[in-house]
């Protein structure tokens, strides 16, 4: 089992570049996140997913959207990259319900923009 | 929302000694407290976590205790080793599907 596996690993992006990160797991977990992490504020939950299909809002969404068109991926886009977004991205997934579940982490995608 | 604090943001000790990290949270909803420890270029792992109808957990060296009255709750860490150096963070879940993280908080274990 791999578990939770981020790409890219890095990304440098100029201000108004799009991307997306990927987020794969392969232990059949219901639900998925995406956390963002900066110095000093801790890890700060961007979006969730409670199934296939299904997407909400987390405590700082703007700037970011995503899908999770098949069970095992989740993604994060950032249709207009600006430099507020630079940061360190986890995506974590729990079998279940988070509050009573472990979260797995994957290993983080550090991203840049200029 | 939820909102976590979590002292020291960085904690110095001696190798054998103890370590204890505090959090205090402000939802009196919360019922899971999740720590987590972060080494160096990596994603967050689980350590140790707590539910609400539990007031202390303890696996080996490490334990959690849990004032729901207070609505704070500490990490222990006893006979430090250098391998215990991290950054720890403590978190709140109200049992839906947000979880809310404390800032971190750097241990440096010193041999």
């Known amino acids: 089992n791999a578990g939770v596996t981020q790409t890219p690993k890095f990304r440098v992006l100029k201000t108004g570049q799009s991307m997306t990160l990927l987020c794969a797991q392969d232990m059949n977990h219901e639900y998925m996140y995406w956390y963002r992490q900066d110095p000093g504020m801790g890890l700060r939950l961007i979006h969730y997913s409670v199934g296939e299909g299904t997407t909400a809002k987390g405590e700082v969404p703007d700037g970011y959207n995503v899908s999770r068109l098949k069970k095992q991926n989740f993604l994060l886009g950032l249709e207009s990259a600006a430099p507020s977004q630079t940061s360190v991205y986890f995506c974590?997934?729990?079998?279940?319900?988070?509050?009573?579940?472990?979260?797995?982490f994957g290993p983080g995608t550090r991203l840049t923009v200029l | 929302g939820e909102n976590v604090e979590q002292h020291p943001s960085t904690l110095s000790v001696q190798e054998g000694d103890s370590a204890v990290i505090k959090c205090t949270y402000s939802?009196?909803?919360?019922?899971?407290f999740p720590w987590y420890k972060q080494e160096l270029g990596k994603g967050p792992q689980l350590i140790i976590d707590i539910r609400s109808n539990v007031g202390e957990k303890k696996d080996q060296r490490i334990a959690v205790t849990l004032n729901k009255t207070a609505k704070h709750f500490s990490l222990h860490i006893t006979e430090t080793q250098p391998e215990d150096s991290a950054v720890y963070f403590c978190?709140?879940?109200?049992?839906?599907?947000?979880?809310?993280f404390g800032t971190g908080t750097s241990l440096t274990v010193i041999p």
């Open positions: 974590a997934s729990s079998p279940l319900a988070g509050g009573w579940n472990e979260q797995f």
């Open positions: 978190a709140a879940s109200i049992g839906g599907n947000q979880f809310y």
């Open positions: 939802d009196s909803a919360s019922n899971y």
